[in-house]
């Protein structure tokens, strides 16, 4: 494999890594997850940790990021339609590898065949 397929491959490579909690009955219910890494979402690094993500009730393109230790976003994200082939039972996280930095930069709605993409803009609250 040459050089430059070695650096792209990672770059672009997206990982599901996890998804702790399945997604509930109802669509905005706090999905709990576990970052094993630092990542970005949005503008902000999020460091390794348990975080509830929640679609706003408000402004279905609109996500909150919470943690214990008082963290709390804002991040706007667009729906997508998960291709059929990656399609899940459970609600799941998708990270993406851009050189040494992870980016969340997908969920998964469980059992729903649809996805947000998470843009790069956040606000902190």
Do not use: W
């Not at 979402?41 to 975080?51: F, N, S």
């Not at 980016?103 to 649809?114: H, K």
């Amino acid at each position: 494999m040459n050089n430059t397929l070695r650096n792209i491959l990672p770059a672009t490579a997206a990982l599901a890594l996890f998804l702790l909690a399945p997604a509930a009955s109802s669509q905005n219910a706090d999905i709990k997850v576990h970052l094993p890494v630092k990542a970005r979402i949005g503008q902000t690094v999020l460091p390794a940790g348990e975080y509830f993500i929640r679609q706003m009730d408000s402004d279905p393109a609109l996500f909150s990021v919470d943690s214990d230790q008082g963290l709390h976003l804002l991040v706007p994200a667009m729906r997508i339609f998960a291709n059929t082939k990656i399609r899940t039972s459970k609600a799941e996280l998708i990270l993406t590898q851009q050189g040494d930095e992870y980016r969340v930069s997908q969920i998964l709605i469980g059992g729903s065949g649809y996805g947000y993409e998470f843009l790069p803009l956040d606000r902190q609250k």
